[in-house]
């Protein structure tokens, strides 16, 4: 069965062809401005154009808050979406294909899930990206809340102090360590400035550029910790650009041990690599409910 998978980010559009789990095919392109979702839903579609016979499914993995009526921004700043986007309607009216919707992070959550030991029953996936998400397995089920809200982990406010987020909260976890705002703290340090694919390979001998992702891998880390804390997790998966960049994994793991034991916890790097979430659009055609 071919099933078209397609990733919305703030930044990138990322769509698959994905046959038995497995993207055949892949191509990606900059997120086109959130207007109305028929034009939308055609603009991907076009980029598709030459799978679309072999089609039978789409599943879709999005930034931001879903629910029956569309997508809403939970951080406008990331990705501003004229609540409710009716994005899966409008797919399905062009393509009379059934559709599958959920938000980026809990897919590759679910995905990412089956990957792990039969043993492991509670787990969280993070993503570092654009924003920082996250999705939540609790007892081998993904939890997605009433409103479909939970797993939004990028939300924790963890310093009354800091940085004002695009959801209206101080010092969310997302203000302090996504890809966004590591770029603001790197912009802030140094003309002419840096990508963050820079940042990180000038971290390796500039201490100032090494201080600003130490800094998000220690807000990723107070996260974690407040994950076991809250849910006694068993594993979290790190994924995302930011968090799949060059040694930052290993940076949240040595802020972990740095903790009190019983907040420890395992993080690994995900499977589906850059393409959690891509892969869990696909894949959640395979969820219990
Ligand atoms: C934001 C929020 C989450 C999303 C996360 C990661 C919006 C538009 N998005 O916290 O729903 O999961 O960013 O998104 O409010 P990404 O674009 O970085 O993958
Ligand atoms: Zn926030």
């Known amino acids: 069965?071919?099933?078209l998978a397609i990733d919305i980010g703030g930044t990138k559009i990322a769509i698959g062809l994905v046959e038995n789990d497995v993207?055949?095919?892949?191509?990606?392109?900059?997120?086109?401005?959130?207007?109305?979702?028929d034009s939308f839903a055609q603009t991907i579609l076009d980029h598709a154009a030459d799978w679309l016979d072999a089609i039978k499914q789409i599943g879709v993995s999005t930034t931001g808050l879903v629910t029956e009526k569309g997508i809403s921004s939970i951080n406008p700043d990331t990705l501003a979406f004229p609540a409710p986007f009716p994005l899966a309607h409008a797919l399905n009216q062009l393509t009379h294909l059934p559709v599958a919707m959920l938000n980026d992070a809990q897919a590759?959550?679910?995905?990412e899930y089956t990957k792990l030991p039969k043993s492991v029953r509670n787990m969280a996936f993070i993503t570092v990206?654009?924003?920082v998400g996250g999705g939540i397995i609790i007892d081998g089920k993904l939890h997605s809340g009433i409103t479909g809200l939970?797993?939004?982990?990028?939300?924790f406010s963890i310093d009354p102090n800091g940085p004002l987020c695009g959801c209206g909260q101080i010092g969310c976890v997302e203000a302090i360590a996504s890809g966004t705002a590591i770029k603001r703290a790197s912009d802030q340090r140094f003309n002419p400035p840096l990508s963050n694919?820079?940042?990180?390979?000038?971290?390796?001998?500039?201490?100032?550029?090494?201080?600003?992702?130490?800094?998000?891998?220690?807000?990723?880390?107070?996260l974690c910790c407040n994950l076991k804390a809250t849910l006694d997790l068993d594993m979290v998966v790190?994924?995302?650009g930011v968090g799949l960049a060059d040694a930052y994994l290993q940076r949240?793991?040595?802020?972990?041990?740095?903790?009190?034991?019983a907040f420890q916890v395992a993080v690994v790097a995900a499977q589906g690599d850059y393409d959690a979430c891509l892969l869990g659009a696909a894949f959640q055609f395979n969820k219990e409910d």
């Not at 993207?23 to 979702?37: D, G, K, S, Y």
């Not at 590759?108 to 995905?111: L, M, Q, V």
């Not at 949240?252 to 034991?261: A, F, G, M, N, S």
């Open 150 to 155: 939970a797993g939004h982990v990028g939300h």
């Open 197 to 222: 694919v820079e940042l990180f390979e000038h971290a390796k001998t500039n201490p100032d550029a090494e201080e600003i992702i130490h800094h998000s891998a220690k807000a990723i880390a107070t």
């Open 23 to 37: 993207i055949v095919e892949r191509r990606q392109f900059p997120t086109p401005l959130v207007q109305q979702a």
């Open 252 to 261: 949240v793991q040595q802020q972990i041990l740095e903790r009190p034991k």
């Open 129 to 131: 990206s654009t924003g």
């Open 1 to 3: 069965m071919s099933t």
């Open 238 to 240: 790190l994924g995302g």
């Open 108 to 111: 590759a959550a679910w995905y």
